[in-house]
């Protein structure tokens, strides 16, 4: 099921609600059928757009009635598309493996579900590096770039073929009934096309960081669990007179992935002359592919097996067993930093797999790094602390008091400092990261650092008794 939903999702984000882009780095974005302004750099979500003369309350009262004009355009306009053809490209950053892998090729849809898209490597860059900021931390890695591998998907409305032109296998996953036509906008897609805004706003926290004539540029934060169980925020940057994407982002929920879609040529409704013209593929029909020689395998439906590499292990296990699966925990390679120590190196069913509830998925786990071998490898939680040292607790998620608290309690100096601006007002000075990892050994009166939440830049961090000092580092 995951991959008709990958499939979907993927051609939604061609016709539909295009998201913004976190910005700094990232592809350029492309043009309907002619040059289109160039999706800029991919940024971190940013803390709303209001203008500093502006009062904060009316400030927001503003901001939401110009997003909800601009839902109410983007549902008039996309409730127009019959088709949509053009060329787009993928880039997926991979902050564990430190790899960038490019892809590009033409897409395909038509109203009301049905889609096609070929990727094939692009070799441009190939084993270059590529200094690239992750939008998530602000953290600077050095990517070496590869061509990613081809991938052929076509969905008909009625199944989904995912086609390996290598193998000379094309696999066959049914579409349930209830999931075909309209209904299949009310799956776990990362954005949807031909939603009505109240729906919309209903199942995603959204926020208009651009608007002008030229384009519009939205951050989107799943509202819920089966979607934030894929990404963990999205940003589209669209044009404002078609209103279709010039480059959608997405980040996966550990923040370690970043995936970047870019479209330079976009054709809506296309008379037919012109599809005869324009040679997507060699088949009359897209969606009847010519597979004589092909091995035709049925597959199973089954669920998707969450993205959880990067993430610390509790976390991990949790989130695998509250989605059904069981999970086995094995030894990796030692942590090439120490805050990688106890999180997941690697996982078996990979990310977005399809897998039976029930089934096991296994977590390869970073140890202590070299200078501070360990065999050690956490069942359930990491193992008892040794005699005269404290292992450092899971404070992430807590309150700046509770983790404080928590830190004092085991012996430990807590000290703060302040991050990324909160995306919900619940969430200022809640801990997201912790120095160092949870698990580790310390001894009492060391220090751990806990960087926090922090409030719209409009509004400074407070020094009060009920907000954090930040230390200094």
Same mark, same amino acid.
């Given at each position: 099921?995951?991959?008709?939903?990958?499939?979907?999702?993927?051609?939604?984000?061609?016709?539909?609600?295009?998201?913004?882009?976190?910005?700094?780095?990232?592809?350029?974005?492309?043009?309907?059928?002619?040059?289109?302004?160039?999706?800029?750099?991919?940024?971190?979500?940013?803390?709303?757009?209001?203008?500093?003369?502006?009062?904060?309350?009316?400030?927001?009262?503003?901001?939401?009635?110009?997003?909800?004009?601009?839902?109410?355009?983007?549902?008039?306009?996309?409730?127009?598309?019959?088709?949509?053809?053009?060329?787009?490209?993928?880039?997926?950053?991979?902050?564990?493996?430190?790899?960038?892998?490019?892809?590009?090729?033409?897409?395909?849809?038509?109203?009301?579900?049905?889609?096609?898209?070929?990727?094939?490597?692009?070799?441009?860059?190939?084993?270059?590096?590529?200094?690239?900021?992750?939008?998530?931390?602000?953290?600077?890695?050095?990517?070496?770039?590869?061509p990613d591998t081809p991938e052929r998907w076509i969905c008909d409305g009625q199944q989904v073929l995912v086609i390996d032109d290598e193998q000379k296998v094309a696999?066959?996953?049914?579409?349930?009934?209830?999931?075909?036509?309209?209904?299949?906008?009310?799956?776990?897609?990362?954005?949807?096309?031909?939603?009505?805004?109240?729906?919309?706003?209903?199942?995603?926290?959204?926020?208009?960081?651009?608007?002008?004539?030229?384009?519009?540029?939205?951050?989107?934060?799943?509202?819920?669990?089966?979607?934030?169980?894929?990404?963990?925020?999205?940003?589209?940057?669209?044009?404002?007179?078609?209103?279709?994407?010039?480059?959608?982002?997405?980040?996966?929920?550990?923040?370690?992935?970043?995936?970047?879609?870019?479209?330079?040529?976009?054709?809506?409704?296309?008379?037919?002359?012109?599809?005869?013209?324009?040679?997507?593929?060699?088949?009359?029909?897209?969606?009847?592919?010519?597979? !004589? $020689?092909? %091995?035709?395998? =049925?597959?199973?439906?089954? #669920? /998707? *097996?969450?993205?959880?590499?990067?993430?610390?292990?509790? @976390?991990?296990?949790?989130?695998?067993?509250?989605?059904?699966?069981?999970?086995?925990?094995?030894?990796?390679?030692?942590?090439?930093?120490?805050?990688?120590?106890?999180?997941?190196?690697?996982?078996?069913?990979?990310?977005?797999?399809?897998?039976? !509830? $029930?089934? %096991?998925?296994? =977590?390869?786990?970073?140890? #202590? /790094? *070299?200078?501070?071998?360990?065999?050690?490898?956490?069942? @359930?939680?990491?193992?008892?602390?040794?005699?005269?040292?404290?292992?450092?607790?899971?404070?992430?998620?807590?309150?700046?008091?509770?983790?404080?608290?928590?830190?004092?309690?085991?012996?430990?100096?807590?000290?703060?400092?302040?991050?990324?601006?909160?995306?919900?007002?619940?969430?200022?000075?809640?801990?997201?990261?912790?120095?160092?990892?949870?698990?580790?050994?310390?001894?009492?009166?060391?220090?751990?650092?806990?960087?926090?939440?922090?409030?719209?830049?409009?509004?400074?961090?407070?020094?009060?008794?009920?907000?954090?000092?930040?230390?200094?580092?």
């Amino acid at each position: 099921m995951f991959r008709l939903l990958k499939l979907i999702s993927t051609v939604a984000l061609i016709t539909a609600f295009a998201l913004p882009l976190p910005a700094q780095t990232g592809p350029a974005g492309g043009a309907p059928s002619q040059p289109r302004p160039g999706a800029a750099g991919v940024v971190r979500p940013a803390a709303g757009t209001s203008r500093a003369a502006t009062p904060p309350q009316q400030a927001v009262a503003q901001q939401e009635a110009e997003l909800d004009r601009i839902l109410e355009e983007w549902h008039r306009q996309s409730s127009d598309v019959v088709k949509l053809h053009g060329e787009h490209s993928r880039f997926i950053y991979d902050f564990v493996n430190n790899i960038e892998k490019r892809s590009s090729g033409r897409f395909y849809y038509e109203a009301p579900d049905k889609g096609r898209i070929d990727l094939g490597p692009n070799r441009q860059g190939q084993g270059d590096t590529n200094l690239k900021i992750n939008p998530d931390n602000n953290r600077e890695v050095i990517l070496t770039i590869k061509p990613d591998t081809p991938e052929r998907w076509i969905c008909d409305g009625q199944q989904v073929l995912v086609i390996d032109d290598e193998q000379k296998v094309a696999q066959q996953i049914p579409i349930p009934p209830e999931a075909q036509g309209q209904n299949m906008m009310d799956g776990p897609l990362p954005f949807l096309f031909g939603m009505p805004p109240e729906k919309a706003k209903k199942r995603y926290e959204m926020r208009l960081l651009k608007a002008d004539a030229k384009e519009i540029d939205l951050l989107v934060v799943p509202r819920l669990q089966q979607d934030a169980a894929n990404y963990k925020w999205a940003r589209v940057r669209i044009e404002r007179s078609t209103m279709l994407p010039m480059a959608v982002q997405m980040m996966d929920p550990p923040g370690t992935r970043e995936t970047v879609y870019t479209f330079p040529q976009i054709s809506k409704n296309p008379q037919k002359a012109l599809l005869d013209r324009f040679t997507f593929w060699k088949e009359k029909d897209p969606f009847k592919p010519d597979l !004589k $020689g092909y %091995q035709i395998q =049925l597959a199973e439906v089954s #669920a /998707p *097996v969450p993205s959880v590499v990067g993430m610390d292990h509790v @976390a991990a296990k949790t989130l695998l067993e509250r989605s059904g699966y069981k999970v086995r925990l094995l030894q990796g390679a030692p942590a090439p930093r120490e805050e990688l120590k106890f999180r997941v190196q690697k996982q078996d069913p990979p990310a977005k797999e399809e897998l039976q !509830k $029930g089934g %096991q998925v296994s =977590l390869t786990l970073y140890i #202590a /790094p *070299v200078q501070q071998t360990s065999s050690e490898v956490p069942q @359930a939680l990491p193992p008892a602390q040794s005699a005269g040292q404290l292992r450092v607790p899971e404070l992430r998620g807590m309150g700046w008091q509770e983790a404080k608290a928590q830190a004092l309690k085991m012996g430990l100096v807590p000290k703060f400092t302040y991050g990324k601006t909160a995306l919900k007002s619940e969430e200022i000075y809640d801990v997201y990261e912790q120095s160092p990892a949870p698990g580790t050994l310390m001894k009492s009166d060391e220090i751990v650092v806990l960087t926090l939440f922090n409030k719209p830049a409009a509004s400074a961090p407070a020094t009060s008794s009920t907000s954090p000092k930040a230390a200094t580092r």
